[in-house]
């Protein structure tokens, strides 16, 4: 029997806010889903997992802040510290890091080509930006797949 396909959450981590993506359940297309306070991490965790549990999430892939040079600083080892936190959390689920370099940007250029007002923006820019990470997931032929 072939397996049911699941969909990949995937997490814009901030200081003040987590953006919040889901792939539709072939594993296709992203859509942006919600933007999360983070400043309480347990309380994120449980919405995480509420989400998780609502949608049949199979894996999770967080954006990883890399500098423009590729290389990291204190933001993408906090991001790795929350990884860990997040596998140890969702021992079944498998979790990934994904290069988000630019992922603002791109979800800004979108939206102020779309004409979206700066308020708005403000307010959905988070999820937005966790559905350009994860579409760019999801369209590379080197992810993997476990």
């Not at 403000?122 to 937005?128: G, P």
């Amino acid at each position: 029997m072939a397996k049911k396909p699941s969909r990949i959450l995937c997490l814009d981590l901030g200081s003040r806010r987590v953006g919040v993506a889901l792939s539709d359940p072939t594993g296709t297309i992203a859509q942006p889903h919600a933007v999360l306070p983070a400043e309480d991490e347990e309380a994120l965790l449980e919405k995480i997992s509420s989400i998780i549990d609502e949608y049949g999430v199979g894996k999770v892939v967080v954006g990883l802040p890399l500098k423009l040079s590729g290389s990291e600083g204190e933001s993408a080892r906090k991001a790795r510290d929350f990884i860990e936190r997040v596998r140890k959390r969702f021992p079944g689920l498998v979790v990934t890091e994904w290069d988000e370099r630019l992922s603002t940007r791109l979800a800004e250029r979108e939206m102020l080509r779309d004409n979206v007002k700066r308020r708005k923006r403000r307010e959905v820019i988070d999820k937005i930006a966790a559905a350009v990470i994860l579409q760019s997931y999801l369209d590379s032929p080197g992810r993997d797949e476990g």
